[in-house]
């Protein structure tokens, strides 16, 4: 199973729109900042699943902030992440993905891609899809067994 996961697309609408036809994923997460753009997207691919959680951008929204789901057998912990002051640190969303049992944190708010393992839980930011210069986006691969995440330059 092929989950694309996206974040901070600030109006790129069409970047996604890409991300979409080059990976073919049969699900799309999507972390905030600009929950329009995730809503548009939908609209574009209304046959692939979509899971979303509001950013600080996204004002207005009475969406939970951060959602614990199970795709593929494997429990994933979604949030933008500025609930959880992931600009200063990741650990306290380490933690709570620990807590909650999740195999896989994800975050964005920093527009900055980073993929961690510690041998327990896989931490995944995307970055963001709307970078002027160089917008990134992640893949999870989930296998019978395995599972692994992955981020990618546009």
């Known amino acids: 199973m092929r989950i ?9 609408v069409d970047n ?3 991300c979409v036809e080059m990976t073919e994923p049969r699900h799309i997460l999507f972390l905030g900042d600009c929950l329009r753009d995730a809503d548009k997207l939908h609209q574009r691919f209304p046959d692939i699943p979509m ?19 199970e795709l ?7 949030m933008h992440g500025h609930t959880r ?17 999740a195999d896989i ?9 980073v993929v961690d393992f510690d041998g327990t839980v896989y931490t995944m930011n995307p970055g963001s899809v709307g970078d ?14 395995t599972f692994d995440c ?5």
């Open 16 to 18: 996604m729109t890409r």
């Open 132 to 145: 002027r210069y160089t917008p990134t986006y992640g893949i999870i691969t989930i296998n019978d067994k």
């Open 105 to 113: 944190l994800l975050f964005g708010h920093t527009h900055r891609p």
């Open 51 to 69: 899971d979303t959680v509001p950013g600080n951008c996204d004002w207005g929204s009475t969406d939970e902030p951060e959602r614990l789901i």
């Open 85 to 101: 002051s992931v600009k200063y640190s990741a650990m306290n969303a380490y933690y709570a993905a620990r807590e909650m049992g």
């Open 150 to 154: 992955a981020t990618y330059r546009l």
């Open 72 to 78: 593929g057998g494997k429990r994933i912990l979604m």
């Open 4 to 12: 694309l996961v996206l974040s901070d697309s600030h109006g790129a």
